[in-house]
């Protein structure tokens, strides 16, 4: 049997992981994720996200307003093109992928997946120069440059390894659930895990050693990811966007097709 110290190098467990049960994740007592998902390229057959962050650099070495408009231009590519994957991995790109950018900021400020402020004054300068024809500064470019580049920085380990699963324990309850997102039907199935070993911590259980035969787990619920639902939903992608930056460092191999596809795969980080 697995002690507490060892759960806790794998394990996110309430009262021992700083920053875990708070807010959305407060009645959770444990979790683990047992799945992730990445993209092997983010643009198909076109332009990646960083691609447009070099051309919006060259923009600005041209100098001048012509230099400056155009980097603007650049860098709202790098950056919607970036949010649009994001969507997609996330299950919410049927809900909200056409949703107008104000709208997808907000719904990646509730989640927590990164400070969205510095992104949303960029998309307002975007706009000025675009539609209302106004031009911009060639220092402020820069800035709006640099403010692309970190956003890059900050999403690209969301690109590498999206979390989409989990085995979690909330509280008053002793059972073992599994959460995870079904891409195609843009919904969070829930389970509950029947085939595993426990231990017991301040009268709840954590479980290990969890079985992912579908024949070990009975299907609970199935939640829609929708507009008109988003309380039902949001917690759960709290939980895989947490899990996903608390997990930036166990990065997966590259994956040399670089033909865009989605690869999911199973983790193994709850055997014991």
């Given at each position: 049997?697995?002690t507490?110290?060892?759960?806790?190098?794998?394990?996110?467990?309430?009262g021992?992981?700083?920053?875990?049960?708070q807010?959305?994740?407060s009645?959770?007592?444990?979790?683990?994720?047992?799945s992730?998902?990445?993209?092997?390229?983010?643009?198909?057959?076109?332009?990646?996200?960083?691609?447009?962050?070099?051309?919006?650099?060259?923009?600005?070495?041209?100098?001048?307003?012509?230099g400056?408009?155009?980097?603007?231009?650049?860098?709202?590519?790098?950056?919607?093109?970036?949010i649009?994957k994001?969507?997609e991995?996330?299950?919410?790109?049927?809900?909200?992928?056409?949703?107008n950018?104000?709208?997808?900021?907000?719904?990646?400020?509730?989640?927590?997946?990164?400070?969205?402020?510095?992104?949303?004054?960029?998309?307002?300068?975007r706009?000025?120069?675009?539609?209302e024809?106004?031009?911009?500064d060639?220092?402020?470019?820069?800035d709006?440059?640099d403010?692309?580049?970190?956003?890059?920085?900050?999403?690209y380990p969301?690109?590498?390894?999206a979390?989409n699963?989990?085995?979690?324990?909330?509280?008053?309850?002793n059972r073992?659930?599994?959460?995870?997102?079904?891409?195609?039907?843009?919904?969070?199935?829930?389970?509950?895990?029947?085939?595993s070993?426990?231990?017991?911590?301040?009268?709840?259980?954590?479980?290990y050693?969890?079985s992912?035969?579908?024949?070990?787990?009975?299907?609970?619920?199935k939640?829609?990811?929708?507009?008109?639902?988003?309380?039902?939903?949001?917690?759960?992608l709290d939980?895989?966007i947490?899990?996903?930056?608390?997990?930036?460092?166990?990065?997966?191999e590259?994956?040399?097709?670089?033909?865009?596809?989605?690869?999911?795969k199973?983790g193994?980080?709850?055997?014991?």
């Amino acid at each position: 049997m697995p002690t507490i110290d060892i759960l806790k190098e794998k394990y996110c467990i309430a009262g021992l992981s700083p920053g875990f049960a708070q807010g959305k994740r407060s009645i959770l007592r444990y979790a683990i994720e047992n799945s992730y998902i990445y993209c092997t390229a983010v643009n198909q057959g076109g332009p990646q996200p960083y691609d447009y962050l070099e051309y919006a650099k060259n923009n600005i070495m041209t100098g001048g307003t012509q230099g400056a408009i155009d980097s603007i231009s650049n860098t709202k590519r790098a950056v919607h093109l970036t949010i649009k994957k994001l969507f997609e991995l996330f299950g919410l790109n049927e809900a909200y992928g056409k949703e107008n950018f104000p709208t997808q900021i907000n719904i990646l400020e509730l989640l927590n997946a990164f400070p969205t402020r510095m992104i949303d004054t960029l998309n307002k300068n975007r706009n000025t120069v675009e539609h209302e024809y106004q031009c911009i500064d060639i220092n402020k470019a820069k800035d709006f440059v640099d403010i692309t580049e970190m956003f890059l920085m900050l999403a690209y380990p969301y690109l590498s390894h999206a979390v989409n699963g989990a085995f979690v324990g909330v509280e008053n309850d002793n059972r073992c659930f599994e959460w995870t997102i079904n891409l195609r039907e843009h919904s969070i199935m829930t389970y509950e895990i029947v085939k595993s070993e426990y231990f017991e911590k301040e009268g709840y259980r954590i479980h290990y050693n969890i079985s992912t035969k579908d024949e070990d787990k009975h299907h609970l619920n199935k939640i829609e990811i929708k507009k008109s639902n988003c309380d039902e939903w949001i917690n759960y992608l709290d939980l895989f966007i947490y899990l996903t930056k608390r997990n930036t460092t166990k990065l997966p191999e590259p994956d040399s097709r670089g033909d865009g596809l989605f690869v999911a795969k199973q983790g193994d980080a709850h055997w014991f």
